[in-house]
């Protein structure tokens, strides 16, 4: 997918860019590729890759989740920033909160926000667990999201304890969705979480599938959740 398919594929779905955010994006696809030589942060450094796989599947959640509606989000382990800063590109009146357990990384995404004149952008460098029970971000924001970090049941424990009751959890999944889905059932209850809505589709060009669950937070987190560090994904609620 190069730079005009991307554009009119979002032209589509009714997201017209603006020359800034085409060029926003633009930049975004130049530092990736630069900062990449320096440390980890994609296997996938193509033009065209990165507009498909990062940018547009990253986007693709707000075909499904309207974030015209939701001001705060808390994107988990983003990594190189997906998909939370390409959401952001084309929704700027959202207030984006990073965690990752990485500096390097957090130094990276510090980077490319003053870059792309980014406001609203806050990283924290953590590990999930410990900042789900810090309490100036517990129960805070109106979405929590994350892409493909881990299992349904252990990505719960990470995300649902950070949405404010009344919020959302929006998990991005490759096409395994459905089976993790099955076992995250106890956990997404025990967290206070309720699936709202799945959705199954394909990413243009490659055709793979991907599945994206939008979770209602019903209740209030139980206050044992998450549990320390690297306890969940060792011993997941199931």
């Given amino acids: 997918m190069n730079e005009k398919q991307f554009i ?33 942060l994609t296997a996938i450094t193509d033009l065209e890759g990165v507009y498909l796989k990062h940018f547009y599947d990253s986007i693709s959640a707000s075909f499904y989740f309207d974030f015209t509606k939701v ?4 994107d988990v382990g983003a990594g ?3 998909p939370s800063i390409p959401i952001k590109i084309c929704f700027p009146h959202l207030k984006i909160t990073i965690v990752d357990s990485l500096n390097k990384r957090i130094t990276f995404l510090n980077h490319l926000t003053n870059e792309l004149n980014l406001e609203g952008m806050t990283f924290v460098h953590a590990r999930a667990e410990e900042f789900g029970q810090n309490t100036a971000y517990r129960e805070k924001f ?4 994350a892409r493909a970090v881990a299992r349904l ?3 719960s ?8 009751e009344g919020g959302y959890f929006v998990a991005l999944k490759a096409a395994a ?6 076992d995250a059932t106890k956990a997404i209850s025990t967290l206070g979480g309720k699936l709202k809505e799945e959705f199954a589709f394909h990413l243009p060009v490659e055709e793979s599938e991907r599945s994206l669950y939008v979770f209602d937070k019903i209740k209030s987190t139980p206050k044992k959740y998450p ?5 969940p994904n060792k011993t997941p609620i199931i």
């Fill in 8 to 40: 009119e594929a979002l032209k589509e779905k009714g997201i017209e860019l603006s020359e800034q955010q085409i060029a926003q994006f633009n930049k975004y696809f130049e530092l990736l590729v630069e900062w990449n030589e320096k440390m980890n």
């Fill in 71 to 74: 001001t705060s989000v808390c």
């Fill in 80 to 82: 190189a920033g997906f």
């Fill in 142 to 145: 109106d979405v929590v999201t």
């Fill in 153 to 155: 049941s252990v990505l």
């Fill in 157 to 164: 424990e990470l995300c649902l304890p950070m949405a404010k």
């Fill in 177 to 182: 969705g459905a089976e993790e889905l099955k």
């Fill in 227 to 231: 549990r320390k560090p690297g306890v």
